[in-house]
């Protein structure tokens, strides 16, 4: 299959802020400045927060709509046959469970290319048995970090010979040094959707359990929204009411985030390869985070990062008053975390190795 063949068509389940429908948003785009035609299905609405960056993009965005789902299942393969779609680039695992029954239905060249963007197991019964029905049909399953592939594989019996650990990459900016705020403050981020699974509780944990003359040496500014953003607020004024805490709610536009933080704070029990991470390290912004899934593939402890263990909000609280009073410490990481990314994790090696599986007639 050439090149100049090649029609894709990128499945997520949204288009709300996360890090697999980004990196979907500029693979696409990419792909169609490289001359390859890309668009995005989708199981979300016009509403979702990413659609106007997609439309900004000119990255055509069809949705499944209908209240049938049949009628949804029609559409889609009228979609895929009529745009004469080769490759269909699902990034969602609530997608490929949704269209299974139709799987039979798509031309037989239509290669289907499975991408798992976190390192969640998908281990109950119901999902064991999906991945066993997807197989005849999957031609490739890539995973974005070494440890989400283990995951899968430990728990589901598919063929190692049709994986391939394809780290996600990014857009790296031109290097600039971003306004930090006087020497008496530093500025912590917390960016993405608000869920027991991200930890954000443990950050305000960690705060909590510092004195009050150490409190006051930070601010704290969430961009996000989700179900926890209650329980976060609450748990905010009644034990931080002395510190500045902004809930931003969705920002959509990333250079507005990282102008307005000096440190991002991950504190997820479960990870793939981050593009919160990734994209604060192309920022010059130094990431505190958890040492699981793909963060330890990211950061190098003290040198292109911190890293602490899930949960532990007493080292997360040291680790946090160690960079306020090691400004040293602090620009050593936002330059090796800038050059780490810059060398090691560009969006165009993620679209070669993209391209090598899309072009295989295996």
Not at 152 to 181: E, Y
Not at 315 to 338: D, W
Request: hydrophobic share 40%; charged share 20%; proline share 4%.
């Amino acid at each position: 299959m050439s090149n100049q063949k090649i029609k894709i068509l990128h499945g997520v389940s949204s288009l709300n802020l996360g890090g697999a429908e980004r990196l979907a948003i500029d693979v696409c785009h990419l792909q169609n400045k490289e001359g390859t035609p890309s668009s995005i299905y989708s199981l979300g609405t016009e509403n979702d927060a990413l659609v106007s960056e997609a439309k900004k993009l000119n990255i055509s965005v069809t949705h499944a709509i209908g209240n049938s789902r049949w009628y949804k299942y029609t559409q889609f393969i009228k979609l895929v046959k009529s745009n004469n779609i080769t490759v269909l680039h699902f990034h969602s695992p609530a997608l490929i469970k949704f269209l299974l029954p139709v799987f039979w239905l798509l031309p037989k060249e239509t290669k289907i290319i499975y991408t798992r963007h976190g390192a969640a197991p998908y281990a109950t019964k119901s999902w064991r048995l999906i991945h066993q029905l997807i197989k005849p049909f999957v031609k490739h399953i890539t995973f974005v970090s070494n440890d989400a592939r283990d995951v899968f594989h430990k728990n589901h019996n598919w063929p190692l010979s049709s994986s391939t650990v394809i780290k996600n990459g990014i857009i790296v900016p031109p290097k600039s040094k971003l306004i930090k705020t006087p020497d008496n403050v530093l500025r912590l981020g917390s960016i993405g959707r608000m869920d027991p699974i991200k930890g954000q509780k443990y950050l305000l944990q960690a705060l909590a359990e510092m004195a009050k003359e150490q409190q006051c040496k930070f601010e704290l500014h969430f961009f996000g929204h989700g179900s926890e953003f209650e329980n976060l607020s609450k748990y905010a004024l009644q034990h931080l009411g002395a510190m500045k805490i902004v809930f931003h709610g969705i920002v959509k536009d990333r250079s507005k985030i990282y102008s307005q933080i000096d440190i991002q704070v991950v504190c997820s029990k479960m990870e793939g390869l981050s593009l919160a991470i990734m994209e604060a390290m192309a920022n010059s912004i130094p990431t505190v985070a958890t040492n699981v899934g793909g963060n330890p593939e990211l950061i190098n402890h003290k040198s292109t990062g911190m890293l602490f263990e899930y949960a532990d909000t007493k080292t997360l609280s040291s680790t946090l008053i160690e960079l306020y009073n090691n400004r040293n410490l602090l620009s050593s990481i936002e330059e090796n975390a800038y050059n780490y990314i810059a060398i090691d994790y560009s969006l165009s090696v993620t679209l070669d190795k993209y391209n090598k599986i899309y072009s295989t007639n295996s």
